[in-house]
Structure formats: structure tokens, C-alpha cells
């Protein structure tokens, strides 16, 4: 099946510093890939629809210029969290849609624990 | 947004079938069904989908009332490796998004 690694599992950081987090499909390739955020206790809340060779496009209320998107292939789209501070500590997931029909389902990486000191 | 409503928690007894219900009356006719579950601090596992018609998998049922306004997720055997947060997802077909609800807190008890 569908296989979506993401990379690193867990990252700590200092307040000020950005942190890349990395989202692969091993095994089919993505035009298309998501990023959500989870905190405690919370459901999953989509941030923003990553495309392959275009802008990503962010959902009302997530800050384009502190969660920036690249989508440079086809199997490969990064998060990167510029300048942190430790609201920005949350579980960051990613997910592709694998398969070639149009209600295939999304698969979802493992996430990663971001923590902000 | 979700357009989905689940109840929040649900128990069930090893080895018996869990039953998760998922409201969904804003269902349109090109919209599918998606389940979902979350083991704690882990990525939603994908369990099966459906537009209409009752679905089976190696892992559950998929049950679909006529009117689409509600299904139900049953898990025939649960065991306790099935505790988790169980997602209900409606997406349009060709459409990108999953908007995830708050979910069912399944706990399955020995």
C-alpha cells in the first residue's frame, strides 16, 4: 500500500529557530500533499494543501510567511517552521493521496512532535 | 469544515464487534464516507471508504443507511489493539481535502 514517511519523528528546539520537517512518498508519487497540526487532546486541523511546482495554499487563519511550504517534487514536500516559539509546539502530520483514482484515500505519515524551548 | 458529528467516546468488550456511528446529513450524492483511526501520537490509519453501496475490508465493515445520512464503522471483533480516536470524514470525489471531526475515543475493554 500507499507508504508516507516523514522525517524526524521528534525535534527539539530553542525559541527563534527554524525547524524543517520533511514529508516523502516512498512509493507513488504526490502532486498533491497536506499538512495538519494536532495538539493534546485535539482532532487533526488541516494547514495547508501542498503542490507539487506551485504555491502551497494555506487554510484561513495559518500564517503563509511562519509555515513555509515547498513542494519541489514529486515525492517530496517540506514544512518549515521559521522562527518558533513554543506555541508553535504541536504534533505536525502529513499526508498524500496514493492511488490513481479520485476517491482514493489519503495516506498519513507518522507525524512529528515539534517542541519549542 | 467537518460535516461530520460522532458521539465522543464509546466502550466495548474484547472480542466483540464495536459499532461507531457517524451522522452526516449534509451528505451530497458525490461525497464519500472515510474512516479513520488514531493511536495515540501516531498518523490516522486509513480503514476503508465508501460511496453508497455496504463495504468490507480485511479490517471492517463500512454500513451506509439509503439516505447516506449516516453510516456505521463495525469493527467485528475488536481487540484491545483497537483503542484509539476513530475519525468520520466526507469528502467530494475529485476533491482534495479531508476536514477531520472530533472524532469517537474507542476503548476496548478486556
Known amino acids: 500500500g500507499a507508504v508516507v514517511s516523514q522525517h524526524p519523528s521528534r525535534v527539539i528546539c530553542k525559541s527563534g529557530t527554524s525547524v524543517k520537517i520533511e514529508c516523502r512518498s516512498l512509493?507513488?508519487?504526490?502532486?498533491?500533499m497536506f499538512w495538519y497540526r494536532q495538539f493534546p487532546k485535539q482532532s487533526l486541523m488541516l494547514m495547508a494543501t501542498?503542490?507539487?511546482?506551485?504555491?502551497?495554499?494555506?487554510e484561513q487563519g495559518v500564517e503563509k510567511d511562519k509555515f513555509l511550504i515547498n513542494h519541489a517534487s514529486l515525492t517530496l514536500s517540506t514544512l518549515t517552521v521559521t522562527s518558533a516559539h513554543p506555541e508553535d509546539s504541536s504534533f505536525y502530520i502529513c499526508s498524500a493521496r496514493g492511488g490513481g483514482r479520485s476517491n482514493s484515500p489519503l495516506h498519513f505519515g507518522n507525524g512529528t512532535r515539534l517542541t519549542v524551548t | 469544515d467537518a460535516k461530520t458529528t460522532q458521539p465522543p467516546s464509546m466502550d466495548c468488550a474484547e472480542g466483540r464487534a464495536a459499532n461507531l456511528p457517524c451522522n452526516h446529513s449534509?451528505?451530497?450524492?458525490?461525497?464519500?464516507v472515510y474512516w479513520y483511526r488514531q493511536i495515540h501520537s501516531q498518523g490516522p490509519q486509513y480503514i476503508i471508504h465508501g460511496l453508497k453501496n455496504n463495504e468490507t475490508n480485511e479490517m471492517a465493515s463500512l454500513i451506509i443507511t439509503e439516505d447516506r445520512k449516516s453510516s456505521t464503522l463495525i469493527l467485528p471483533h475488536a481487540t484491545l489493539r483497537d483503542t484509539a480516536v476513530y475519525y468520520c470524514?466526507?469528502?467530494?470525489?475529485?476533491?482534495?481535502?479531508?476536514?477531520f471531526g472530533t472524532g469517537t475515543s474507542l476503548t476496548v475493554i478486556p
Open positions: 449534509t451528505i451530497s450524492g458525490n461525497e464519500y
Open positions: 512509493d507513488f508519487q504526490a502532486t498533491t
Open positions: 470524514i466526507v469528502r467530494v470525489e475529485g476533491g482534495n481535502q479531508f476536514y
Open positions: 501542498s503542490n507539487e511546482g506551485s504555491k502551497a495554499t494555506y
